[in-house]
């Protein structure tokens, strides 16, 4: 097996790992065409190719994994209390158990590294927000992957190669018709006046929502040896 950085020639390869695992229901993420790499990647102003690698064999793609070395940040945050973040890795359902994705992730976390990152994780901080399907509904969506999925096999995977839960993720999903406005609602809201904590309606009731269903995605993180 070679690893290298991914070349735009590898985005057919790509596509067909990626759209066999949407399709069989491994991830709930969209099926990747090239108009949705270019909007999600190349637009991207985070992106560099550099931290796009793919796995070989016998010259043939059977892995990847994308990341991101953030290089515009939020007040207090710098290069070096940033971690690296984990976009997505696939690799070829023919291939899976034999390393490769371990070794993906090592030589991803490599790079980090060397960038100046002492972790990494994979999160819904990443700019990189991939739309996905709510799971058990009729194809409703997303518009930001929150970590992992609980269900993935993403999500065993890295808890195999020692990557930890940091927070847990609940799915922010109801129908409207089931909705029943939470009873701490305003005593929420005159606390956060009071902490100076300004708010929209639509945040209130996300965070209203988030009370009402189970835990669905988590962050995973690492901190690096
Ligand atoms: C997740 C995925 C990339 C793992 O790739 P892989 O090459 O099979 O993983 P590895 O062979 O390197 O496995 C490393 C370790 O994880 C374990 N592991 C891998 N997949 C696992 C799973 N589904 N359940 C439990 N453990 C798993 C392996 O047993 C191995 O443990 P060990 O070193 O103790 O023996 C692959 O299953 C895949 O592409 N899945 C579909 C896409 C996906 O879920 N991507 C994540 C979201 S972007």
Same mark, same amino acid.
């Given at each position: 097996m070679n690893i290298r950085t991914f070349e735009k020639r590898d985005l057919q390869s790509m596509n067909r790992i990626w759209n066999e695992s949407v399709q069989t229901g491994k991830v709930i993420y969209y099926y990747l065409t090239e108009a949705y790499f270019h909007t999600k990647f190349e637009k991207n102003p985070h992106y560099n190719p550099k931290y796009s690698l793919v796995a070989g064999v016998d010259d043939e793609i059977v892995g990847f994994i994308n990341g991101i070395?953030? +290089?515009?940040?939020?007040?207090?945050?710098?290069?070096?209390?940033?971690?690296? /973040?984990?976009?997505?890795?696939?690799?070829?359902? /023919?291939?899976?158990?034999?390393?490769?994705?371990?070794?993906?992730? /090592?030589?991803?976390?490599?790079?980090?590294?060397?960038?100046?990152?002492?972790? =990494?994780?994979?999160?819904?901080?990443?700019?990189?927000?991939? =739309?996905?399907?709510?799971?058990?509904?009729?194809?409703?969506?997303?518009?930001?992957?929150?970590?992992?999925?609980?269900?993935?096999?993403?999500?065993?995977?890295? +808890?195999?190669? /020692?990557?930890?839960?940091? =927070?847990?993720?609940?799915?922010?999903?109801?129908?409207?018709?089931?909705?029943?406005?939470?009873? +701490?609602? +305003?005593?929420?809201?005159?606390?956060?006046?009071?902490?100076?904590i300004f708010w929209k309606e639509k945040l209130s009731l996300h965070y209203l929502l988030a009370r009402t269903t189970a835990p669905r995605a988590s962050i995973c993180a690492q901190a690096f040896a």
């Open positions: 070395v953030k +290089k515009i940040f939020l007040t207090n945050k710098t290069n070096e209390n940033s971690p690296g /973040d984990i976009t997505c890795f696939f690799v070829h359902k /023919d291939y899976r158990y034999r390393g490769i994705g371990r070794v993906l992730v /090592d030589e991803l976390c490599k790079l980090f590294k060397s960038a100046g990152k002492r972790s =990494d994780v994979i999160s819904n901080n990443n700019p990189v927000n991939f =739309d996905w399907r709510v799971p058990g509904t009729y194809g409703h969506d997303h518009n930001n992957t929150p970590g992992v999925d609980m269900d993935s096999q993403g999500y065993e995977f890295l +808890k195999a190669i /020692d990557f930890e839960d940091s =927070d847990r993720k609940i799915a922010m999903y109801l129908y409207l018709k089931n909705y029943i406005p939470w009873d +701490k609602l +305003k005593e929420q809201q005159a606390q956060l006046l009071s902490e100076d």
